[in-house]
């Protein structure tokens, strides 16, 4: 899993570094796009949380049967849900970019980024939930493989298609996101082939295969919490962007800097969300075979192993907080508060590994409700409200939104660790 994070990371590094020959304005357009597909991509992260949480407890429990409905009904319920937001996607895509906030000279580029990530949401959403099928059932290798491959074509793709290569024109910052499209169609292509390959996963495929509105709305319970989550990260974060826009003369540095931070801050989140992932088909599977006491055990160790990890990298990452900048852009205004951003993050990254690990034990356990509750309490009681204080009011620009930040996440850590430590995640049923 880590391996697969870290290829993820080096396309979002590509993504970023490939923009920023096409100037410091479509590298903040990267950015914000970014967010508001992740806020797309909401429903397809929750149906994967509730599936791998039912099936990871099936798989503990060794009912196979169940595991494999559950799945397809997955599969079938995204596909509703993809081919609806896409359509709506694609048609408002405009509107969208309109009332994000966004600034008017990102308006264009901002707006086609997110034409095409539409036409590309079904392939996008049924390779997230393929994958949460396999993680489920501890098939890593198989994440692997589709998702090398996924990043590799991702990255040439940038290239290929920004610049121009053999017989593929250059199309400028249209071919960032056209090859990212392209990609997971082929990924969702290769995760089917290789579920009818499985002996377990091909009767996903069995013929006379209805829709089981039953299972269907347990992957919701669970998931709902998720949905709410991501919508208070998502819509945190594009706040966070229209909290930068309002700098004035000052904006698109501090927009720029805050995509370059994220993309290069990512490293550090590697191994924290592999071990996030980890925890969730761990304390899942051990659940449902009936042994809490060991999922609990198990969920401490993998903290305290990526508490240990993490503090490593961010010393590293804060040593060389400027080198880091320089890769990513030439602007020196932009690479001084890039590093800016990174030194100050650098400080709390082990509250946000107890933060991501503990999330995802509790989310393994099917307590999204808990996470959702936490996260929420972190960005929009203390974020936001810190950020528009020091950076707007108080008038210290980016650095008080970078404290706003910093200040969230050691709260978030902080009460992701009693959540799990009272241990109401041990008697949830579904």
Do not use: C
């Not at 060389?320 to 900048?325: Q, S, V």
């Amino acid at each position: 899993m880590f391996i697969v994070m870290l290829m993820n990371f080096g396309v979002g590094f590509i993504d970023i570094y490939v923009a920023g020959f096409l100037g410091p304005d479509i590298q903040a357009a990267v950015g914000y796009v970014s967010q508001i597909y992740f806020f797309i991509v909401i429903a397809a992260n929750a149906i994967s949380i509730g599936t791998l949480v039912l099936i990871s407890r099936a798989i503990g429990a060794k009912d196979y049967s169940s595991a494999v409905n559950t799945a397809r009904q997955s599969l079938l319920f995204g596909t509703f849900i993809a081919i609806v937001l896409g359509a709506l996607g694609y048609i408002s895509a405009d509107f969208v970019i309109s009332i994000s906030g966004i600034p008017p000279h990102l308006h264009d580029a901002a707006a086609s980024f997110l034409t095409i990530f539409a036409i590309a949401l079904a392939p996008n959403y049924l390779l997230i939930i393929a994958t949460a099928i396999f993680r489920a059932g501890a098939e890593m290798k198989k994440v692997l493989i589709i998702m090398g491959i996924v990043s590799v074509l991702t990255a040439a793709g940038d290239f290929a298609l920004v610049f121009g290569f053999g017989p593929l024109p250059a199309l400028g910052y249209i071919g960032i996101a056209l090859a990212t499209a392209l990609a997971f169609t082929v990924g969702l292509i290769l995760s089917l082939i290789l579920m009818y390959s499985s002996t377990l996963w091909r009767h996903i495929f069995s013929t006379g295969s209805r829709v089981s509105l039953e299972t269907i709305r347990r992957i919701v319970i669970i998931g709902w919490p998720a949905v709410l989550l991501q919508l208070t990260w998502n819509s945190a974060n594009i706040l966070l962007y229209n909290i930068l826009s309002a700098l004035g003369d000052k904006s698109v540095t501090a927009l720029a800097s805050l995509t370059n931070g994220l993309r290069i801050e990512a490293v550090i989140y590697l191994p924290a969300f592999a071990l996030n992932m980890a925890a969730s088909v761990l304390i899942g599977q051990n659940l449902g075979a009936g042994n809490p006491a060991r999922a609990e055990k198990l969920a401490w160790k993998i903290m305290f192993a990526g508490i240990g990890v993490i503090s490593a990298a961010s010393a590293v990452i804060f040593i060389f907080a400027g080198t880091l900048a320089g890769l990513v852009t030439d602007n020196p205004d932009v690479a001084f508060e890039t590093a800016r951003y990174l030194r100050l993050n650098m400080l709390v990254e082990p509250f946000m590994a107890m933060s991501v690990i503990l999330g995802g034990a509790l989310q393994g356990a099917g307590d999204t409700k808990g996470v959702m509750m936490n996260v929420f309490a972190g960005m929009w009681l203390v974020r936001l409200p810190l950020a528009y204080l020091l950076a707007i009011t108080a008038g210290l620009g980016a650095l008080g939104a970078w404290i706003g930040m910093i200040t969230s996440m050691t709260i978030q850590g902080i009460l992701m660790g009693i959540r799990f430590k009272k241990g109401g995640w041990k008697h949830i049923r579904f």
